[in-house]
């Protein structure tokens, strides 16, 4: 039987609303969340990003500023934007879109942005408040992972999870959150060994990597749960025809558009799996749902207020210790 999908888009609706819903309460309470996207120069992709996460603030009631330093600014300069947003009580969220020009120092104007206001959870602070389970603010795609989970009711607890990927926005803070949520974890890389047997451990299987289709069947086992972060544009067809040959509909797209999205497995794993998440429409969903959350969270924690449960799915507790996880 074919493994199930996991509708990503689904979830997505679902925290969009349930984020919406928070927000209709703070602004009755007279607190209105804003969010800063600092824009810098004229990437088109950075652009079409950027205008979609304003877009979502829109949609759900978040008060949204965009700023558009030219390509041309100094590290300085950007730090001193970033600064400035600091500073302002109308802000809760500050955004620096990905990449920065060649000539910018990108984690020296990252680690200027006030970590209370991180809510891309990248700064160090919020990184250690994730491995130590205190209040803060979780990287948005990592954090859309376990809202899958969650949402999909997948065991988590006591579950073997291979993550494959050990970057500081996905592999690592999404082992960071599995551990929290007390699976035990491993985290594979381009060194480790055999990979197709550490990947047939897991229960649960996240592919992080930026290779088109290179999960296959053989790594995966019966019955897993594969969460598909990769996000891979193929142009070529000899590529297209061996991952999507027969699929109509992904061959009327490449027809028309000369190229397609697949994620970092090959299609087939489905035939293994118990369930997966589609590329496009799985993970990637998720990540601006999660932006917004983050937006919200941020504001409630900058008052000191609690984090609501409507936005906020409850990690596990874990049995061996007394901390409060509210760490996501
Ligand atoms: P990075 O390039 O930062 O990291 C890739 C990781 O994959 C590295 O740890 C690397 O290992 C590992 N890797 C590469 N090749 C192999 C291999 N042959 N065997 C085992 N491991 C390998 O990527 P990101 O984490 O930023 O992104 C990963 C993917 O997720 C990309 O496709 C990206 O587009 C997508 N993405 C999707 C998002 C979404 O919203 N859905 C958000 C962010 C990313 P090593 O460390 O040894 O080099």
Not at 50 to 79: D, H, M, N, W, Y
Request: glycine share 8%.
């Amino acid at each position: 039987m074919p493994a199930h999908v996991l509708d990503g888009n689904l979830y997505a609706t679902q925290i969009k609303s349930e984020v919406g819903e928070e927000v209709r309460h703070m602004v009755e309470a007279g607190v209105r969340p804003g969010l800063a996207a600092v824009l810098v120069g004229e990437n088109p992709a950075s652009q079409t990003y950027v205008r979609s996460k304003v877009r979502a603030c829109e949609q759900l009631g978040i008060f949204s500023e965009l700023i558009t330093p030219p390509e041309s600014s100094t590290t300085e300069e950007l730090i001193a934007v970033v600064e400035g947003l600091n500073q302002r009580d109308d802000i809760d969220g500050i955004l620096v879109q990905l990449p920065l020009p060649a000539n910018v120092d990108s984690k020296a104007v990252l680690l200027a942005v006030d970590p209370a206001k991180d809510v891309d959870g990248f700064h160090p602070v919020n990184v250690g408040n994730l491995s130590t389970q205190r209040p803060g603010l979780v990287p948005c795609t990592p954090a859309g992972c376990m809202e899958i989970l969650r949402r999909a009711n997948i065991p988590i607890e006591g579950q073997e999870a291979v993550i494959v990927g050990r970057s500081d926005i996905v592999g690592k803070p999404l082992a960071m959150l599995l551990t929290n949520a007390n699976a035990t974890v491993t985290i594979c890389h381009s060194r480790t060994k055999d990979l197709p047997a550490v990947c047939r451990r897991g229960d649960i299987l996240v592919a992080a990597i930026g290779r088109p289709g290179f999960i296959t069947t053989e790594f995966v086992k019966p019955g897993a749960t594969i969460l598909d972060v990769g996000i891979n544009h193929i142009s070529d067809p000899a590529d297209f025809e061996r991952f999507f040959k027969g699929d109509e509909k992904r061959e009327k797209q490449f027809a028309e558009k000369g190229s397609t999205i697949i994620g970092d497995c090959d299609p087939r794993v489905v035939r293994i799996a118990g369930a997966v998440t589609p590329v496009p429409g799985g993970v990637g969903k998720l990540t601006i749902a999660m932006l917004m959350s983050n937006t919200v969270k941020a504001a409630r924690l900058r008052r000191g207020q609690s984090l609501a449960p409507a936005a906020e799915a409850q990690p596990a507790k874990p049995k061996s210790t007394k901390a409060k996880n509210n760490a996501e």
